[in-house]
């Protein structure tokens, strides 16, 4: 894509997308051990990066700011500002300049718990431009690792279809439920031992520096529950 070229078009550059995340996934369950090298220019394709700020622009926290004070909701009002920062999201890639910002942490009420709070982290726009672009490349591989129990934070899955597998269990003769959490998960998991697994999978090294700079810049993991890269990441423990 030149400088001044048109931007793709959102049905055409989601159809192509899917059409690369099909052959990720493929390559990756039929081959567990593949480590894939060459996913860096994924990550910055127009198709891409045109599917990701459609997703950023669609979520609730699109009208809240980070630390750059620009809500994403505001940037996607104007379609001049909106072409201005996916082209200079897409050179700073090329590039290798990009540097995540901090999050703009806030402190929010846990539903049903008074008195206690949970940390939130809010990304700037263009991280959360980048986290998912990412996440559309990364996500079709890890998704072939993960078993088919696992609900959290998954395409196509969510807390009701794992409610409807217990009462599937317990109309066959189950009488027992765990129900077990982890702490502050994602402050608490270690980012080594995520890159550790991620980099079993993903052997690009500007795709790994790119995660590795997000957490060095505390765009994770407490930006997870804002951001929308990270929640695929933990899995991958």
């Known amino acids: 894509m030149n400088t001044g070229e048109p931007w793709p078009y959102l049905d055409e550059a989601w159809a192509r997308v899917r059409q690369m995340q099909t052959k990720l996934h493929q390559w990756a369950t039929d081959d567990p051990g593949r480590r894939f090298d060459d996913l860096f220019n994924l990550v910055h394709h127009p ?17 809240t700011a980070g630390v750059d004070r620009v809500a994403s909701a505001l940037v996607a009002a104007s379609p001049d500002i909106t072409t201005a920062l996916l082209t200079d999201t ?19 009420p846990k539903p049903g718990q008074p008195g206690k709070v949970r940390r ?3 990304p700037s726009t263009m991280d959360r431009l980048v986290q998912a672009s990412l996440v559309l490349v990364l996500e079709p591989i890890f998704e072939a690792d ?33 129900d077990a959490d982890i702490t502050a998960c994602f402050d608490e998991l270690a980012h080594s031992a995520i890159l550790d697994r991620v980099g079993r999978r993903i052997g690009d090294k500007r795709v790994l520096a790119l995660v590795k700079a997000s ?8 930006a997870a ?13």
């Open 90 to 108: 897409r050179e700073q890639l090329k590039s290798r300049t990009f540097t995540p910002l901090p999050v703009r942490e806030r402190l929010i």
């Open 47 to 63: 198709d891409f990066l045109t599917v990701a700020w459609d997703r950023v622009t669609g979520n609730k926290g699109a009208r």
């Open 120 to 122: 939130l982290g809010i």
């Open 225 to 237: 529950r804002s951001g929308t890269r990270q929640p695929a990441l933990p899995r991958v423990v």
């Open 215 to 222: 957490s060095r810049r505390a765009s994770w993991p407490r």
């Open 146 to 178: 993960f078993k088919p129990v696992s609900y959290g934070f998954r395409p196509r899955r969510r807390a009701q279809d794992a409610i409807a597998e217990i009462v599937y269990f317990g109309a066959k003769g189950y009488h027992w439920v765990l």
